[in-house]
């Protein structure tokens, strides 16, 4: 009786629910994220490409620190990020000099005197100081961002040079390092994340993501080039999977593994 009474008062409802909202074509739907159409802008003259390439440079030369590295602890604005003291901003610091010779080795002033000695500096920082940096805390696995960057500038200032030159040597011992320790960090789960929630192990169970996994796939390629390394072979397969796993129809990829399973949301879509 008391079901059969229930159910009679749930139909009435739910017909004036169904009436006051019609179904929507499909047609009809608007994507909620407003994309804003990009300007057109008249392409660049020749001579713009070489001052820009200058002002760059330049600005490089003149805030290369003394020890060799760029960046530094400091925020610039009022906007803060988590990072734990002291191997947070090591990291960052790190990571920042191997993208800074990574960018004036793309230059087309690289071969200029002093930019050769500032990258040679940069190398030499980095060539101290990796082998010190470590795993921020049980939350922040930042330094992935710096073994990666690291791989790419060693295997980029290597590429060029005779495979027995004692600096080959020593950027290739510099390059199995970051190979060693990317192993080490390659989250339970497969692939790279840089945020671990659930407990502290060696290998961490981070949370990975799918533009950090693609980042260091890359940077492990670009290795075994000039170098003839490899990630070890399980991790690698691992990471693949998961990457694989992460791309959508659409051709792009969600974020990281929990939104797998919310692929429309909007830092998965292919406008961000």
């Known amino acids: 009786m008391f079901r ?30 407003p994309i804003a159409k990009i300007p057109d802008i008249p392409p660049a003259e020749r001579g713009q490409f070489s001052a820009a390439f200058r002002r ?36 960052f610091k790190t990571a920042s000099t191997a993208l800074c010779i990574a960018g004036l080795n793309a230059t087309p002033l690289r071969d200029e005197p ?23 805390d049980a939350l922040c696995v930042y330094n992935i961002w710096a073994h990666t960057y690291v791989l790419d500038a060693m295997s980029m200032r290597a590429a060029g040079l005779d495979r027995e030159s004692p600096r080959y040597k020593q950027l290739m011992d510099c390059a199995r390092l970051q190979v060693d320790r990317l192993n080490e960090l390659a989250s339970a789960k497969g692939g790279w994340g840089y945020l671990t929630y659930i407990g502290f192990s060696k290998r961490p169970a981070s949370e990975p993501t799918s533009f950090l996994t693609g980042t260091v796939l890359i940077s492990a390629w ?3 080039k000039t170098f003839g390394l490899s990630l070890d072979e399980k991790v690698f ?12 129809p659409a ?20 406008t961000g």
């Open 4 to 33: 059969l009474l229930f159910f009679s008062l749930l139909l009435p409802a739910s017909l004036t629910v169904s009436a006051r909202e019609p179904e929507t074509a499909p047609g009809d739907r608007k994507d909620t994220i």
């Open 56 to 91: 760059g440079v330049d600005f490089l030369l003149e805030k290369q620190n003394r020890d060799g590295s760029w960046g530094d602890h400091r925020v610039i604005g009022t906007w803060n990020i988590l990072c734990p003291y002291p191997d947070g901003p090591l990291t």
């Open 114 to 136: 002093k930019v050769r000695e500032a990258m040679t500096r940069a190398e030499d920082y980095l060539i101290r100081t990796m082998p010190h940096l470590k795993r921020g």
């Open 222 to 224: 670009m290795a075994g």
């Open 237 to 248: 397969s691992r990471a693949l999977k998961f990457l694989k796993s992460q791309r959508t």
């Open 251 to 270: 051709g792009t990829y969600v974020y990281s593994l929990g939104h797998s399973y919310y692929p429309g949301r909007p830092i998965n879509r292919h």
